[in-house]
Nanobody, 120 residues
Framework: QVQFVESGGGLVQPGGSLRLSCAAS????????IAWVRQAPGKGLEWVSE????????SYADSVKGRFTISRDNAQSKVYLQMNSLEPEDTAVYYC?????????????WGQGTQVTVSS
């Protein structure tokens, strides 16, 4: 019964900012690393960022490095993605997921995702 609920997406102009939120439930949140994954129109899933269980180690895809910041609040079982200097290429549905296993064929703990559209 792992569940993720993503929110915070929307329409933004190039160069703008958004902060995505992910509320998790159904597991011991503080024991797991969490990833943000996105899917652009007509494309497959792309790993964006992840954060370890304690929130002190983060990593990013080259395409977003320096623009996005991942963080977490274990007390509230939430993960965030601060997105700055957004580009049209960032347009996608953004999902949070358990790091390390989301790419496995039997992973099915996907939330509804939140749509990010970067356009003039």
């Amino acid at each position: 019964q792992v569940q993720f609920v993503e929110s915070g997406g929307g329409l933004v102009q190039p160069g703008g900012s958004l902060r995505l939120s992910c509320a998790a439930s159904g597991f011991t949140f503080s024991d797991f690393a969490i990833a943000w994954v996105r899917q652009a129109p007509g494309k497959g899933l792309e790993w964006v960022s992840e954060i370890n269980y304690g929130g002190d180690t983060t990593s990013y895809a080259d395409s977003v490095k320096g623009r996005f910041t991942i963080s977490r609040d274990n007390a509230q079982s939430k993960v965030y993605l601060q997105m700055n200097s957004l580009e049209p290429e960032d347009t996608a549905v953004y999902y949070c997921a358990i790091a390390g296993i989301w790419y496995e064929g039997d992973y099915d703990d996907w939330g509804q995702g939140t749509q990010v559209t970067v356009s003039s």
